[in-house]
Protein backbone atom coordinates (compact mmCIF):
# COMPACT_ATOMS: atom_id res chain seq x y z
CA UNK A 1 0.00 0.00 0.00
CA UNK A 2 1.97 3.19 -1.28
CA UNK A 3 2.25 6.24 1.24
CA UNK A 4 1.14 9.87 0.34
CA UNK A 5 3.03 10.60 -2.90
CA UNK A 6 3.87 14.09 -3.91
CA UNK A 7 5.65 15.45 -6.88
CA UNK A 8 8.05 17.11 -7.83
CA UNK A 9 9.96 16.61 -4.91
CA UNK A 10 12.05 19.49 -6.07
CA UNK A 11 11.15 22.29 -7.69
CA UNK A 12 12.46 25.57 -8.85
CA UNK A 13 10.97 28.35 -10.66
CA UNK A 14 11.57 31.79 -11.82
CA UNK A 15 9.26 35.08 -10.22
CA UNK A 16 6.35 35.41 -12.26
CA UNK A 17 6.15 32.08 -13.42
CA UNK A 18 3.49 29.68 -11.92
CA UNK A 19 4.29 26.67 -9.67
CA UNK A 20 1.76 23.43 -9.58
CA UNK A 21 2.85 20.37 -6.55
CA UNK A 22 0.77 17.70 -6.90
CA UNK A 23 -0.60 14.97 -4.19
CA UNK A 24 -1.86 11.78 -4.49
CA UNK A 25 -3.23 10.36 -1.54
CA UNK A 26 -2.77 7.10 0.41
CA UNK A 27 -5.26 4.23 -1.40
CA UNK A 28 -8.43 4.77 0.73
CA UNK A 29 -8.01 8.28 1.78
CA UNK A 30 -10.54 10.97 0.63
CA UNK A 31 -9.41 13.85 2.60
CA UNK A 32 -6.22 15.94 2.14
CA UNK A 33 -4.13 18.72 3.79
CA UNK A 34 -2.15 21.14 2.82
CA UNK A 35 0.67 22.87 4.73
CA UNK A 36 3.75 25.06 4.23
CA UNK A 37 6.88 25.02 6.33
CA UNK A 38 9.40 27.62 6.14
CA UNK A 39 12.91 26.90 7.53
CA UNK A 40 13.27 26.69 11.75
CA UNK A 41 9.15 27.19 11.65
CA UNK A 42 6.50 25.05 12.13
CA UNK A 43 3.53 23.42 9.90
CA UNK A 44 1.25 26.38 8.43
CA UNK A 45 -2.43 25.01 7.75
CA UNK A 46 -3.32 26.16 3.71
CA UNK A 47 -6.09 24.19 2.73
CA UNK A 48 -8.33 21.02 4.10
CA UNK A 49 -9.78 19.17 0.94
CA UNK A 50 -11.84 16.35 0.39
CA UNK A 51 -13.02 15.01 -2.62
CA UNK A 52 -14.75 17.39 -4.95
CA UNK A 53 -14.62 19.74 -2.21
CA UNK A 54 -12.66 22.84 -0.08
CA UNK A 55 -13.73 22.15 3.35
CA UNK A 56 -11.80 24.84 5.16
CA UNK A 57 -9.10 27.57 2.97
CA UNK A 58 -9.15 29.60 6.03
CA UNK A 59 -5.29 29.07 5.92
CA UNK A 60 -4.42 30.16 1.82
CA UNK A 61 -3.41 33.16 0.65
CA UNK A 62 -6.18 35.36 -0.54
CA UNK A 63 -4.63 36.07 -3.81
CA UNK A 64 -1.98 33.87 -6.56
CA UNK A 65 -3.12 30.52 -4.24
CA UNK A 66 -5.73 27.75 -5.26
CA UNK A 67 -6.10 24.10 -4.49
CA UNK A 68 -8.32 21.43 -5.88
CA UNK A 69 -9.13 17.92 -5.43
CA UNK A 70 -11.03 16.46 -8.32
CA UNK A 71 -13.07 13.37 -8.76
CA UNK A 72 -9.72 11.51 -10.36
CA UNK A 73 -6.43 12.27 -9.61
CA UNK A 74 -3.91 13.72 -7.41
CA UNK A 75 -4.93 17.22 -5.38
CA UNK A 76 -3.33 20.36 -6.98
CA UNK A 77 -1.85 22.74 -4.98
CA UNK A 78 -1.53 26.01 -7.40
CA UNK A 79 0.76 28.89 -7.19
CA UNK A 80 0.49 31.58 -9.79
CA UNK A 81 3.48 34.57 -10.60
CA UNK A 82 5.25 32.88 -7.81
CA UNK A 83 7.73 35.04 -5.60
CA UNK A 84 10.30 34.58 -3.58
CA UNK A 85 8.59 34.83 -0.26
CA UNK A 86 7.08 31.55 -1.71
CA UNK A 87 9.76 29.75 -1.21
CA UNK A 88 9.24 26.60 1.29
CA UNK A 89 8.57 23.37 1.94
CA UNK A 90 4.80 22.56 0.94
CA UNK A 91 3.39 19.19 2.38
CA UNK A 92 0.73 17.17 2.11
CA UNK A 93 -1.26 14.86 4.26
CA UNK A 94 -4.26 12.24 3.65
CA UNK A 95 -6.74 10.99 6.24
CA UNK A 96 -9.28 8.58 5.39
CA UNK A 97 -12.39 10.38 7.13
CA UNK A 98 -11.18 13.52 7.93
CA UNK A 99 -9.93 14.93 11.32
CA UNK A 100 -11.39 11.85 13.21
CA UNK A 101 -8.50 9.57 11.92
CA UNK A 102 -4.71 9.93 11.66
CA UNK A 103 -3.42 11.65 8.74
CA UNK A 104 -0.18 10.56 7.28
CA UNK A 105 2.31 12.96 5.39
CA UNK A 106 4.24 12.58 1.57
CA UNK A 107 7.87 13.59 1.46
CA UNK A 108 7.13 17.16 0.49
CA UNK A 109 7.80 19.35 -2.31
CA UNK A 110 10.77 21.79 -2.11
CA UNK A 111 10.39 25.12 -3.85
CA UNK A 112 12.52 27.41 -5.11
CA UNK A 113 11.70 30.72 -6.57
CA UNK A 114 14.98 32.48 -8.36
CA UNK B 1 -8.29 32.19 16.16
CA UNK B 2 -7.36 28.41 16.89
CA UNK B 3 -3.50 27.83 18.08
CA UNK B 4 -1.70 24.95 19.33
CA UNK B 5 1.32 26.09 22.10
CA UNK B 6 4.38 24.02 22.44
CA UNK B 7 7.48 25.00 24.38
CA UNK B 8 10.21 25.34 21.10
CA UNK B 9 13.28 23.69 23.54
CA UNK B 10 15.72 22.35 22.77
CA UNK B 11 14.67 19.82 25.64
CA UNK B 12 17.87 17.83 26.33
CA UNK B 13 17.75 14.57 28.14
CA UNK B 14 20.19 11.94 28.76
CA UNK B 15 20.04 8.21 27.13
CA UNK B 16 18.01 6.55 29.02
CA UNK B 17 15.53 8.74 30.66
CA UNK B 18 11.85 10.01 30.31
CA UNK B 19 11.27 12.98 28.03
CA UNK B 20 8.48 14.65 28.68
CA UNK B 21 6.80 17.10 26.08
CA UNK B 22 3.90 19.42 26.31
CA UNK B 23 1.25 20.91 24.46
CA UNK B 24 -1.43 23.18 25.16
CA UNK B 25 -4.68 24.04 23.06
CA UNK B 26 -7.40 27.06 22.69
CA UNK B 27 -9.85 25.45 21.15
CA UNK B 28 -12.00 23.84 23.81
CA UNK B 29 -14.03 21.99 21.17
CA UNK B 30 -11.30 20.02 19.63
CA UNK B 31 -11.88 16.08 19.42
CA UNK B 32 -8.72 14.67 18.32
CA UNK B 33 -4.83 15.16 19.03
CA UNK B 34 -2.02 13.12 17.55
CA UNK B 35 1.98 13.38 17.92
CA UNK B 36 4.48 13.66 15.54
CA UNK B 37 8.16 13.53 14.52
CA UNK B 38 9.93 15.21 12.70
CA UNK B 39 13.67 14.85 11.71
CA UNK B 40 15.64 17.97 10.29
CA UNK B 41 14.93 17.90 6.38
CA UNK B 42 12.22 15.28 6.20
CA UNK B 43 8.58 14.95 6.61
CA UNK B 44 6.54 14.54 9.56
CA UNK B 45 5.84 10.91 11.06
CA UNK B 46 2.58 9.98 13.09
CA UNK B 47 3.72 8.49 16.17
CA UNK B 48 0.26 8.15 18.52
CA UNK B 49 -2.99 9.47 18.33
CA UNK B 50 -5.36 9.99 21.13
CA UNK B 51 -9.32 11.10 21.28
CA UNK B 52 -10.29 10.55 24.83
CA UNK B 53 -9.06 11.85 28.20
CA UNK B 54 -6.16 9.98 30.06
CA UNK B 55 -3.30 7.51 28.88
CA UNK B 56 -2.54 5.61 25.63
CA UNK B 57 0.27 3.47 25.72
CA UNK B 58 2.19 2.42 22.70
CA UNK B 59 5.93 0.93 23.46
CA UNK B 60 8.04 3.47 24.48
CA UNK B 61 5.79 6.30 24.09
CA UNK B 62 2.73 7.16 26.15
CA UNK B 63 0.29 10.13 25.44
CA UNK B 64 -2.01 11.73 27.68
CA UNK B 65 -4.87 14.07 27.33
CA UNK B 66 -6.52 16.07 29.71
CA UNK B 67 -9.60 18.25 28.23
CA UNK B 68 -11.17 20.31 30.78
CA UNK B 69 -7.06 21.43 30.91
CA UNK B 70 -6.98 21.57 27.07
CA UNK B 71 -3.69 19.96 27.61
CA UNK B 72 -1.97 17.10 26.04
CA UNK B 73 1.25 15.47 26.68
CA UNK B 74 3.74 12.88 25.21
CA UNK B 75 6.14 10.78 27.70
CA UNK B 76 9.17 9.47 25.83
CA UNK B 77 10.44 6.04 27.94
CA UNK B 78 14.47 5.12 27.77
CA UNK B 79 15.20 8.03 25.54
CA UNK B 80 17.77 7.07 22.46
CA UNK B 81 19.96 9.16 20.75
CA UNK B 82 17.37 8.21 17.67
CA UNK B 83 14.73 9.93 19.44
CA UNK B 84 16.59 13.16 18.94
CA UNK B 85 14.03 14.89 16.74
CA UNK B 86 11.85 17.49 16.88
CA UNK B 87 7.87 16.56 18.19
CA UNK B 88 4.42 18.17 16.44
CA UNK B 89 1.36 18.57 18.46
CA UNK B 90 -1.42 18.42 16.21
CA UNK B 91 -4.86 19.18 16.84
CA UNK B 92 -8.23 18.91 15.20
CA UNK B 93 -10.30 21.81 15.82
CA UNK B 94 -13.36 22.67 13.73
CA UNK B 95 -12.56 21.87 9.97
CA UNK B 96 -8.33 22.11 10.55
CA UNK B 97 -5.76 19.94 11.53
CA UNK B 98 -3.64 22.79 13.34
CA UNK B 99 -0.14 22.29 14.23
CA UNK B 100 2.41 24.07 16.76
CA UNK B 101 5.59 24.71 16.36
CA UNK B 102 7.33 21.58 17.55
CA UNK B 103 9.49 21.13 20.58
CA UNK B 104 13.68 20.21 19.53
CA UNK B 105 14.50 16.85 21.84
CA UNK B 106 18.23 16.30 21.92
CA UNK B 107 19.08 12.95 23.67
CA UNK B 108 22.77 12.41 24.33
CA UNK B 109 24.81 9.46 25.07
Known amino acids: NAGVMQNPRHLVRRRGQEARLRCSPM?????VYWYRQLPEEGLKFMVY????????ESGMPKERFSAEFPKEGPSILRIQQVVRGDSAAYFCASSPQGLKTEAFFGQGTRLTVV | QKEVEQNSGPLSVPEGAIASLNCTYS??????FFWYRQYSGKSPELIMS????GDKEDGRFTAQLNKASQYVSLLIRDSQPSDSATYLC?????????FGKGTTLSVSS
Open chain 1, 49 to 56: LQKENIID
Open chain 2, 50 to 53: IYSN
Open chain 2, 90 to 98: AVGAGTALI
Open chain 2, 27 to 32: DRVSQS
Open chain 1, 27 to 31: KGHSH
